[in-house]
C-alpha cells in the first residue's frame, strides 16, 4: 500500500518539530512504538525528543493507518476559542492538544500545534498517586468505542507528571486489546506483588456477568518501569487481602461459580487453591475445594459436601 509517496513496511527518517512527541510520531505514521523506540536507542532520552532531532521510523503502516506527515499542523487562535471548542474542531481532547502544547496560553492570533493524529483520538488525564513516583497522569490513546461514549479502544498507554515529558509509553499487546472501560472506574492502582511498589491494572472487557478481566503491568524497580504480565491473565475481579495471596472471584453462570487463591512463587503467581460452588437443585450446591501442588503438576479434592447455596 502506498499513502501519497510513502510506502507501507518501509523506513523513513523524521525530522522532529515543535509539538511533537515520540509516541505521536510513531502513531502519526501507523508504526507500533516500542519498534520506534528500539530503532532510535541513539537518543539521548526518547522521553524528551527536540526539534531538530532525526527519528527512524520502521515499519510504518504496520498498527494503523498513516496520517502523515505532516504530523503536526497549525492552528491560529481566534477570538471565543477555549481549548475544548478547538479541541471539538479537530476531533479531539483537550488533552492532547495540550500535551502538544505544553504551557501554552489561549492568545488570539497565536498558533497551536495540533497533531495529525488526532482525529478521533482520545486522550485524557487520569491522576493517581503511585509508590515510589508520586502523582502521575496516566493517558490512554485510543479511538472511542462505538455506541459506548465511556470505552475506548486503547492501543496505548502514557505516564507523565502533568503535561510533562512522557515517564514511560507502553504499546497494549495487540492480541489482548480490546474496548476497555477507563473511565472512572477501568483503572486500578494498588501493590499487586507486595514489593512495596504500586502496580497497575485495568480493565480489558466488560462481561455479561461479574468476572471481569484486567491486563496487569507490574512495576519493575530494576528499570523504574511498568511491565505487562501475561502471568496475571487468569486472575478476574482480583482481590489482594495480604499474606502474599491474591483472590480471583470468577463467575461461570448462575449454577456455578468460586473464588481461586494464587501465591507467589518465585515472584510470580501461581494457583494454589480453587473453592467453588456448583447448583444442583433449588436449594443446594455442592460446594468443593480443591488444592494445586504448582511443582508436582497435581490436584487433589480436599472436601467436597453437599449444602445449602450460599446467599
Given at each position: 500500500?502506498?499513502?501519497?509517496?510513502?510506502v507501507?513496511?518501509?523506513?523513513?527518517?523524521?525530522?522532529?518539530?515543535?509539538?511533537?512527541?515520540?509516541?505521536?510520531?510513531?502513531?502519526?505514521?501507523?508504526?507500533?512504538?516500542?519498534?520506534?523506540?528500539?530503532?532510535?536507542?541513539?537518543?539521548?532520552?526518547?522521553?524528551?525528543?527536540?526539534?531538530?532531532?532525526?527519528?527512524?521510523?520502521?515499519?510504518?503502516?504496520?498498527?494503523?493507518?498513516?496520517?502523515?506527515?505532516?504530523c503536526?499542523?497549525?492552528?491560529?487562535?481566534?477570538?471565543?476559542?477555549?481549548?475544548?471548542?478547538i479541541?471539538?474542531?479537530?476531533?479531539?481532547?483537550?488533552?492532547?492538544?495540550?500535551?502538544?502544547?505544553?504551557?501554552?496560553?489561549?492568545?488570539?492570533?497565536?498558533?497551536?500545534?495540533?497533531?495529525?493524529?488526532?482525529?478521533?483520538?482520545?486522550?485524557?488525564?487520569?491522576p493517581?498517586?503511585?509508590?515510589?513516583?508520586?502523582?502521575?497522569?496516566f493517558?490512554?490513546?485510543g479511538?472511542?468505542?462505538e455506541?459506548?461514549?465511556?470505552?475506548?479502544?486503547?492501543?496505548?498507554?502514557?505516564?507523565?507528571?502533568g503535561?510533562?515529558?512522557a515517564?514511560?509509553?507502553?504499546?497494549?499487546?495487540?492480541?489482548?486489546?480490546?474496548?476497555?472501560?477507563?473511565?472512572?472506574?477501568?483503572?486500578?492502582?494498588e501493590?499487586?506483588?507486595?514489593?512495596?511498589?504500586?502496580?497497575?491494572?485495568?480493565?480489558?472487557?466488560?462481561p455479561?456477568?461479574?468476572?471481569?478481566?484486567?491486563?496487569?503491568?507490574?512495576?519493575?524497580?530494576?528499570?523504574?518501569?511498568?511491565?505487562?504480565?501475561?502471568?496475571?491473565?487468569?486472575?478476574?475481579?482480583p482481590e489482594f487481602?495480604?499474606?502474599?495471596?491474591?483472590?480471583?472471584?470468577?463467575?461461570?453462570?448462575?449454577?456455578?461459580?468460586?473464588?481461586?487463591?494464587?501465591?507467589?512463587?518465585?515472584?510470580?503467581?501461581?494457583?494454589?487453591?480453587?473453592?467453588?460452588?456448583?447448583?444442583?437443585?433449588?436449594?443446594?450446591?455442592?460446594?468443593?475445594?480443591?488444592?494445586?501442588?504448582?511443582?508436582?503438576?497435581?490436584?487433589?479434592?480436599?472436601?467436597?459436601?453437599?449444602?445449602?447455596?450460599?446467599?
Amino acid at each position: 500500500m502506498i499513502v501519497g509517496n510513502l510506502v507501507a513496511g518501509s523506513t523513513i527518517q523524521h525530522k522532529v518539530e515543535n509539538g511533537e512527541w515520540l509516541m505521536q510520531i510513531a502513531r502519526c505514521y501507523g508504526a507500533a512504538y516500542n519498534t520506534v523506540l528500539q530503532a532510535n536507542q541513539k537518543l539521548f532520552n526518547p522521553n524528551m525528543i527536540k526539534p531538530g532531532e532525526t527519528v527512524s521510523v520502521p515499519n510504518i503502516g504496520s498498527s494503523s493507518e498513516i496520517y502523515g506527515p505532516p504530523c503536526v499542523q497549525q492552528y491560529t487562535i481566534k477570538p471565543g476559542d477555549t481549548w475544548t471548542s478547538i479541541a471539538q474542531q479537530f476531533t479531539t481532547t483537550t488533552a492532547i492538544l495540550q500535551r502538544a502544547n505544553p504551557g501554552a496560553l489561549l492568545v488570539v492570533g497565536r498558533k497551536l500545534n495540533v497533531p495529525a493524529n488526532g482525529g478521533g483520538l482520545q486522550a485524557n488525564c487520569f491522576p493517581e498517586t503511585l509508590t515510589p513516583q508520586g502523582d502521575i497522569c496516566f493517558y490512554f490513546f485510543g479511538k472511542p468505542v462505538e455506541n459506548n461514549p465511556t470505552a475506548i479502544d486503547v492501543d496505548t498507554i502514557e505516564l507523565s507528571v502533568g503535561l510533562g515529558p512522557a515517564l514511560q509509553t507502553i504499546d497494549v499487546p495487540q492480541e489482548t486489546a480490546a474496548p476497555n472501560e477507563v473511565i472512572n472506574r477501568g483503572l486500578v492502582v494498588e501493590d499487586m506483588n507486595y514489593d512495596g511498589y504500586d502496580d497497575f491494572r485495568f480493565i480489558e472487557f466488560l462481561p455479561a456477568n461479574a468476572s471481569i478481566p484486567y491486563l496487569y503491568y507490574i512495576y519493575d524497580p530494576a528499570s523504574s518501569q511498568f511491565v505487562y504480565n501475561e502471568a496475571y491473565r487468569p486472575i478476574i475481579s482480583p482481590e489482594f487481602p495480604g499474606n502474599n495471596e491474591i483472590l480471583s472471584n470468577w463467575w461461570g453462570g448462575a449454577a456455578y461459580w468460586g473464588v481461586d487463591t494464587y501465591l507467589f512463587v518465585a515472584g510470580e503467581p501461581v494457583l494454589s487453591q480453587r473453592e467453588e460452588w456448583d447448583v444442583i437443585n433449588d436449594t443446594e450446591a455442592v460446594h468443593r475445594i480443591i488444592k494445586y501442588d504448582d511443582a508436582a503438576g497435581t490436584s487433589e479434592v480436599i472436601l467436597e459436601e453437599t449444602g445449602p447455596i450460599p446467599e
